[in-house]
């Protein structure tokens, strides 16, 4: 079996990043996550941030940008950031309406990020989409999710974010395997109908089958956990969330 680290994405822990992020790094250490996918920078610079990771022993997993950080003369500055971090992925977690509103713009939008790919390419970094529910909302008869990762190449990563996929309606072991080896890395989130809350191997994913047709595909490098809603503290539900990947035999 593929033996794939686990990261956490630090928005699961916003508000306790803005206030001590060096502190929630360190406690994110302790809990024994490999490492983590930014989710804004708290006004650290990249040499800082690359710093304080290989002190506690973390990667990083990669980073959610926004999508005019790639576009122009953003591009250059950007890879530069990314390349003193150490981060080889750069994922675009949403899109102004513009980018999204037709099936041509979302056509559009696949084009633009083939563009972005091989703009990248001499950087050796990559860039992805990280998926929500409306992604599989058709438009116009037509799935948002399929026309974007149906007209990408393969080097556009596709971040599936588990949860977001079912209760969107979709499949995500249809996904993965009508898209093979795009998901280089997997946002892990469980889903069980209304319950926002649900911790990760609590709820009714697939994860089973969802990890055998991963280790079968073999191109995932990250498993990287996602929690935006808890019962308890932020930090108490990511530890949580990774106990539910050690039960399932991940850690």
Same mark, same amino acid.
């Given at each position: 079996m593929?033996?794939i680290?686990?990261?956490?994405?630090?928005?699961?822990?916003? #508000?306790?990043?803005?206030?001590?992020l060096?502190?929630?790094?360190?406690?994110?250490?302790?809990?024994?996550?490999?490492?983590?996918?930014?989710a804004?920078?708290?006004?650290?610079s990249?040499?800082?941030?690359?710093?304080?990771l290989?002190?506690?022993?973390? !990667?990083?997993?990669?980073?959610h940008?926004?999508i005019?950080?790639?576009?122009? #003369?953003a591009?250059?500055k950007?890879?530069e950031?990314?390349?003193?971090l150490?981060? !080889?992925h750069?994922?675009?977690?949403g899109l102004p309406?513009?980018y999204?509103n037709?099936?041509?713009?979302?056509?559009?939008?696949?084009?633009?990020?083939?563009?972005?790919?091989?703009?990248? !390419?001499?950087?050796?970094l990559?860039?992805?989409?990280?998926?929500?529910?409306?992604?599989?909302?058709?438009?116009?008869?037509?799935?948002?999710?399929?026309?974007?990762?149906?007209?990408?190449?393969?080097?556009?990563?596709?971040?599936?974010?588990?949860h977001?996929?079912?209760?969107?309606g979709?499949?995500?072991?249809?996904?993965? !395997?009508?898209y093979?080896?795009?998901?280089?890395?997997?946002?892990?989130?469980?889903?069980?109908p209304?319950?926002?809350?649900?911790l990760?191997?609590?709820?009714?994913?697939?994860?089973?089958e969802?990890f055998?047709l991963?280790?079968?595909q073999?191109?995932?490098?990250?498993y990287?956990?996602?929690?935006?809603s808890?019962?308890?503290?932020?930090?108490?539900?990511?530890a949580?969330?990774? #106990?539910?990947?050690r039960?399932?035999?991940k850690v």
């Amino acid at each position: 079996m593929a033996n794939i680290p686990v990261g956490v994405q630090l928005y699961s822990v916003r #508000d306790d990043c803005a206030r001590d992020l060096p502190g929630t790094l360190a406690q994110i250490s302790k809990m024994a996550y490999a490492g983590v996918e930014f989710a804004g920078y708290y006004g650290y610079s990249a040499v800082e941030l690359r710093r304080m990771l290989d002190d506690l022993g973390l !990667k990083p997993s990669g980073s959610h940008i926004g999508i005019e950080q790639l576009a122009g #003369d953003a591009l250059p500055k950007t890879a530069e950031f990314h390349l003193a971090l150490g981060n !080889k992925h750069l994922i675009v977690p949403g899109l102004p309406e513009q980018y999204r509103n037709t099936p041509k713009a979302w056509l559009a939008t696949a084009n633009l990020f083939n563009g972005f790919a091989e703009s990248l !390419k001499p950087y050796g970094l990559r860039v992805g989409y990280h998926n929500h529910e409306s992604e599989f909302h058709k438009l116009e008869g037509q799935v948002p999710f399929d026309l974007f990762f149906g007209h990408t190449n393969p080097d556009v990563i596709m971040q599936m974010d588990v949860h977001h996929v079912i209760a969107g309606g979709g499949d995500p072991l249809a996904c993965l !395997k009508r898209y093979p080896g795009r998901a280089v890395t997997l946002h892990m989130s469980d889903y069980l109908p209304g319950d926002q809350v649900v911790l990760l191997g609590d709820g009714q994913a697939p994860w089973k089958e969802i990890f055998d047709l991963v280790d079968a595909q073999g191109q995932t490098a990250w498993y990287i956990v996602e929690q935006e809603s808890y019962h308890g503290s932020p930090l108490a539900s990511i530890a949580g969330c990774l #106990d539910g990947m050690r039960r399932m035999g991940k850690v």
